[in-house]
């Protein structure tokens, strides 16, 4: 299976990374277009194919993955549509708040294409992204082929369109998840941990927490409650971050960013 990128930014290129680690595909399976050369050399040299026209990028391929800013997919779409194979290729848009009606009306050849709307994050070059996937007009063999794709760099989830305005907002999670890392390191620092020791705690007990929740299935205050003594200083902590409206700013983040 050949699979396209074009645009290699910031998620193209971490898309473009985690395809190349995968045992799935082999480098010569990848091809990345982009304007940015230094981009391509870095992509070439890892063993993918590189080009500068994003149509000569789409023959060939069995998926066409548009990854670029969203104010850019009409132009991207518009010029490679006369290249693209509706019966044989799949196409896969990667772009904040762009709708299928508009996809579909940029894509116009009298033929309606199976394409999908996708949203992974940036943690997809380490294959450990949280991928939404909304397909559009799409076969259950085809849906299938692309969710066993992004299975293989990390999970995935089908979702209805209606959902996906949502699910780019908690794909920044990733970012908020970020910042109380930082957060924490800077707690430890001034409680009189280096910042690299301080760094280590909070991440592997952060990847503890993920894996213990992954593995037992239980809901986050079931195991909470294994934690929090009563009087100790876990529970005194957490009702401090309660105070200081912990989960609310958590919450009025994911709104603020569906908007």
């Known amino acids: 299976m050949k699979i396209t990128i074009i645009g290699a930014g910031a998620m193209g290129g971490a898309m473009a990374e985690g395809l190349l680690q995968s045992e799935k595909f082999t480098p010569s399976d990848i091809t990345v277009s982009d304007h940015n050369q230094p981009v391509l050399d870095h992509f070439a040299s890892e063993g993918a194919s590189v080009t500068l026209d994003n149509q000569l990028a789409c023959h060939g391929a069995d998926i066409i993955c548009v990854v670029v800013k969203p104010w850019c997919v009409e132009k991207t779409l518009k010029g490679i549509k006369d290249a693209l194979n509706y019966k044989n290729q799949k196409l896969v848009v990667v772009a904040a708040g762009v709708p299928s009606a508009n996809i579909k009306e940029w894509l116009d050849n009298g033929i309606t294409p199976t394409f999908f709307l996708v949203m992974p994050n940036i943690a997809i070059a380490y294959k450990q992204s949280m991928t939404f996937i909304t397909p559009v007009d799409a076969s259950a063999t085809e849906i299938q082929q692309i969710t066993e794709i992004f299975d293989e760099l ?106």
């Open 154 to 259: 990390g999970e995935s989830l089908i979702m209805e369109e209606r959902l996906f305005p949502a699910a780019t907002a908690m794909s920044c999670a990733i970012a908020y998840a970020m910042r109380y890392v930082r957060a924490n390191v800077e707690g430890g620092v001034e409680m009189g941990f280096k910042a690299k020791d301080a760094q280590k705690i909070v991440l592997q007990t952060i990847k503890g927490a993920v894996e213990l929740l992954q593995e037992t299935g239980e809901h986050p205050e079931a195991a909470i409650d294994k934690v929090t003594t009563p009087g100790g200083c876990t529970i005194k902590g957490l009702n401090t971050m309660e105070q200081g409206g912990f989960t609310s700013a958590v919450i009025n983040g994911l709104l603020a960013g569906k908007k």
